[in-house]
């Protein structure tokens, strides 16, 4: 990370670029913003799952704090042989494509992409989950283009039955005609360990089957209704926890808002509908019937509910996921969708509000449905992608988007994108800073922006310590730098600054002094160039920074070794060409793909 070329690039730069250009080349007027942190206040665990990336990007630079293994390959897995068909994505091909990624040595392994998703969350300390197969048939060969006079069943496919129910094998039969689910499960939990001990820990109920219909018409041509995906999620659901009692189970995997209101417009919304009308939208029924389900059996089956949000927020030429990154109105309509998430006064300019924006902000809307209808269900996205991988904004959306998840206390999120340069490097501004594992803060507080359309802000501390806070802060001005007055509550005495720019897909490490922060008491002040993500590494003195060094919490290794520096502080700026101006300063150089 802080290599001597590097360095010599950065110091190059600053030559040719000089300090305090904004990251556009033109010096912008000054904002200012006022951020209140009170570490007593509103404290939420924060569950390091949210931190996640779908299996496609889990071997890029990343540290994870969970991995997916989903999307529309998965729905025709077949885990006996490894084969899989792409259905829409690409001409409904069956072949070997999970088999590619994987090591020689486990490629003709059955199941090997759960094995494969097992080992690098292992190496990466990650929470794995795990597609299980509702759709009614999977790939029998690895024979190339299925064509329609093929559809299923025909020999190019194998029944997928939920349930076996006994005389589990280790060593399947792959010249049979049925593939069983509820023994994939137990062949996992036989050839991996538990969910305790070291095997997959949470099982999705399949991806989208809203959407089976177009995704996976040779498989699946009707449209799903929903009683057939309630009773699907019912019986793969006990039958995953009588094998793995302590697994989750993430269910129904939805595509998008048309799949929470009606399910896609499944045939018998309208009955059920009508019939029960105090459903709002297919979640509540679905919900309601998981519920239903659980008071019979005894036991929880629905542990988190799953849906997948993709923003449909248009830019402000009007196009949906508009790549205009140069223009400042569309990057200004880009970086405020993440408030669909959450605040009830934003309105985004889509399809979504123009027929009523019924359900946003998702994330309470969602909540509301749980405490009504199934408490005690966690929240998760198991995808989602705000978009830029080449473009700071990428970053920046990022950032706030894992924040606001946080603050929202959803159990789980994934990123699901094969591009992610950008977005990956937000992820380890809060999972891997410093290189070394150093980590945002494990327990949110309160942190209040006056300006969150300029400036979003996350502080969190390690448990209930106080003596480190750890502070993510975005600058969304398209050229104006911003002041941000953070008010701390307490004295504090060190920051450290960390930052990402557009300078470079990854995370500057500033160590000089620089103007740019300064820290009085229980103030600090921040001055953050242009389209910037800043993380500020906040302690109240040296000791404090050792002890949680030490501790493997908010601060390295390397960090414990910089504080025994006799410094007042240690300040930087991080922002555009202003961030390579800095001699000690080094980085270096870490698609919307829809399921």
Same mark, same amino acid.
């Given at each position: 990370?802080?290599?001597?070329?590097?360095?010599?690039?950065?110091?190059?730069?600053?030559? *040719?670029?000089?300090?305090?250009?904004?990251?556009? $080349?033109?010096?912008?007027?000054?904002?200012?913003?006022?951020?209140?942190?009170?570490?007593?206040?509103?404290?939420? #665990?924060?569950?390091?799952?949210?931190?996640?990336?779908?299996?496609?990007?889990?071997?890029?630079?990343?540290?994870?704090?969970?991995?997916?293994?989903?999307?529309?390959?998965?729905?025709?897995?077949?885990?006996?042989?490894? !084969?899989?068909?792409?259905?829409?994505?690409?001409?409904? *091909?069956?072949?070997?494509?999970?088999?590619?990624?994987?090591?020689?040595?486990?490629?003709?392994?059955?199941? /090997?992409?759960?094995?494969?998703?097992?080992?690098?969350?292992?190496?990466?300390?990650?929470?794995?989950?795990?597609?299980?197969?509702?759709?009614?048939?999977?790939?029998?060969?690895?024979?190339?283009?299925?064509?329609?006079? &093929?559809?299923?069943?025909?020999?190019?496919?194998?029944?997928?039955?939920?349930?076996?129910?006994?005389?589990?094998?280790?060593?399947?039969?792959?010249?049979?005609?049925?593939?069983?689910?509820?023994?994939?499960?137990?062949?996992?939990?036989?050839?991996?360990?538990?969910?305790?001990?070291?095997?997959?820990?949470?099982?999705?109920?399949?991806?989208?089957?809203?959407?089976?219909?177009?995704?996976?018409?040779?498989?699946?041509?009707?449209?799903?209704? /929903?009683?057939?995906?309630?009773?699907?999620?019912?019986?793969?659901?006990? !039958?995953?926890?009588?094998?793995?009692?302590?697994?989750?189970?993430?269910?129904?995997?939805?595509?998008? @808002?048309?799949?929470?209101?009606?399910?896609?417009?499944?045939?018998?919304?309208?009955?059920?509908?009508?019939?029960?009308?105090?459903?709002?939208?297919?979640?509540?029924?679905?919900?309601?019937? *998981?519920?239903?389900?659980?008071?019979?059996?005894?036991?929880?089956?629905?542990?988190?509910?799953?849906?997948?949000?993709?923003?449909?927020?248009?830019?402000?030429?009007?196009?949906?996921? /508009? +790549?205009?990154? +140069?223009?400042?109105?569309?990057?200004?309509?880009?970086? +405020?969708?993440?408030?669909?998430?959450?605040?009830?006064?934003?309105?985004?300019?889509?399809?979504?509000?123009?027929?009523?924006?019924?359900?946003?902000?998702?994330?309470?809307?969602?909540?509301?449905?749980?405490?009504?209808?199934?408490?005690?269900?966690?929240?998760?996205?198991?995808?989602?992608?705000?978009?830029?991988?080449?473009?700071?904004?990428?970053?920046? !959306?990022?950032?706030?988007?894992?924040?606001?998840?946080? &603050?929202?206390?959803?159990? /789980?999120?994934?990123?699901?994108?094969?591009? #992610?340069?950008?977005?990956?490097?937000?992820?380890?501004?809060?999972?891997?800073?410093?290189?070394?594992?150093? %980590?945002?803060?494990?327990?949110?507080?309160?942190?209040?922006?006056?300006?969150?359309?300029?400036?979003?802000?996350?502080?969190?501390?390690?448990?209930?310590?106080?003596?480190?806070?750890?502070?993510?802060?975005?600058?969304?001005?398209?050229?104006?730098?911003?002041?941000?007055?953070?008010?701390?509550?307490?004295?504090?005495? @060190?920051?450290?600054?960390?930052?990402?720019?557009?300078?470079?897909?990854?995370?500057?490490?500033?160590?000089?002094?620089?103007?740019?922060?300064?820290?009085?008491?229980?103030?600090?002040?921040?001055?953050?160039?242009?389209?910037?993500?800043?993380?500020?590494?906040?302690?109240?003195?040296?000791?404090?920074?050792?002890?949680?060094?030490? +501790?493997?919490?908010?601060?390295?290794?390397?960090?414990?070794?910089?504080?025994?520096?006799?410094?007042?502080?240690?300040?930087? $700026?991080?922002?555009?060409?202003?961030?390579?101006?800095?001699?000690? %300063?080094?980085? $270096?150089?870490?698609?919307?793909?829809?399921?």
């Amino acid at each position: 990370m802080k290599s001597k070329k590097i360095m010599a690039f950065t110091s190059a730069v600053c030559l *040719m670029l000089g300090c305090g250009v904004s990251a556009s $080349g033109e010096a912008g007027s000054a904002k200012t913003v006022n951020i209140t942190i009170d570490t007593a206040k509103d404290r939420k #665990a924060i569950s390091p799952y949210i931190y996640g990336v779908n299996a496609e990007i889990m071997e890029r630079n990343v540290k994870p704090g969970s991995v997916r293994a989903g999307g529309n390959r998965y729905t025709a897995y077949n885990w006996e042989n490894n !084969a899989s068909n792409a259905g829409s994505d690409w001409k409904n *091909m069956s072949d070997n494509y999970f088999q590619q990624s994987v090591d020689q040595s486990i490629k003709d392994t059955p199941g /090997c992409a759960a094995i494969k998703l097992n080992e690098v969350c292992k190496q990466k300390d990650a929470y794995s989950l795990m597609t299980l197969q509702l759709a009614g048939y999977v790939s029998a060969d690895m024979d190339g283009e299925v064509s329609k006079d &093929q559809a299923a069943p025909s020999d190019r496919w194998k029944k997928a039955e939920l349930v076996k129910g006994s005389d589990f094998t280790t060593q399947p039969d792959v010249n049979d005609d049925t593939v069983y689910m509820d023994e994939f499960v137990n062949y996992l939990v036989k050839t991996l360990g538990n969910s305790k001990s070291g095997g997959i820990n949470g099982y999705s109920l399949d991806n989208e089957p809203g959407l089976w219909t177009h995704t996976h018409s040779l498989i699946h041509p009707k449209q799903t209704s /929903c009683e057939e995906i309630v009773d699907k999620s019912v019986t793969m659901a006990k !039958a995953v926890k009588e094998i793995d009692p302590g697994a989750d189970v993430f269910g129904p995997a939805l595509f998008g @808002y048309g799949a929470f209101t009606n399910f896609a417009g499944a045939g018998d919304w309208n009955a059920i509908s009508q019939d029960n009308p105090d459903y709002k939208w297919f979640i509540d029924y679905y919900l309601d019937e *998981m519920k239903k389900a659980e008071d019979d059996c005894g036991t929880r089956l629905l542990d988190v509910l799953d849906v997948h949000f993709y923003t449909e927020a248009k830019g402000a030429c009007g196009e949906r996921y /508009c +790549n205009h990154f +140069n223009d400042p109105d569309c990057v200004y309509n880009k970086l +405020n969708a993440t408030r669909s998430l959450w605040d009830d006064t934003y309105t985004e300019d889509s399809w979504i509000t123009d027929t009523g924006a019924e359900f946003l902000p998702i994330l309470p809307a969602l909540k509301e449905s749980i405490d009504t209808y199934y408490p005690g269900t966690k929240i998760a996205i198991t995808e989602y992608d705000f978009g830029g991988p080449y473009d700071v904004c990428g970053a920046i !959306a990022e950032a706030d988007a894992l924040g606001i998840f946080a &603050q929202n206390e959803v159990y /789980c999120a994934n990123l699901f994108t094969m591009d #992610a340069q950008y977005q990956l490097a937000a992820i380890n501004l809060y999972r891997n800073y410093d290189g070394n594992g150093s %980590a945002f803060g494990d327990t949110l507080v309160s942190c209040v922006s006056d300006d969150i359309e300029t400036s979003t802000a996350y502080a969190a501390i390690n448990g209930d310590n106080e003596d480190v806070i750890t502070l993510v802060v975005t600058n969304k001005a398209f050229s104006d730098k911003t002041t941000a007055n953070i008010d701390l509550g307490s004295e504090y005495k @060190y920051a450290h600054l960390y930052g990402i720019n557009s300078m470079a897909a990854d995370i500057f490490d500033m160590t000089d002094s620089n103007s740019a922060v300064t820290i009085s008491g229980d103030k600090i002040s921040l001055e953050m160039e242009p389209r910037t993500v800043s993380l500020l590494v906040i302690a109240k003195d040296k000791d404090a920074l050792t002890k949680s060094a030490a +501790n493997d919490s908010s601060i390295s290794k390397a960090e414990e070794e910089k504080s025994k520096v006799s410094k007042l502080a240690l300040f930087a $700026g991080i922002g555009g060409a202003a961030a390579l101006c800095l001699g000690g %300063a080094a980085y $270096g150089l870490k698609k919307k793909k829809r399921s």
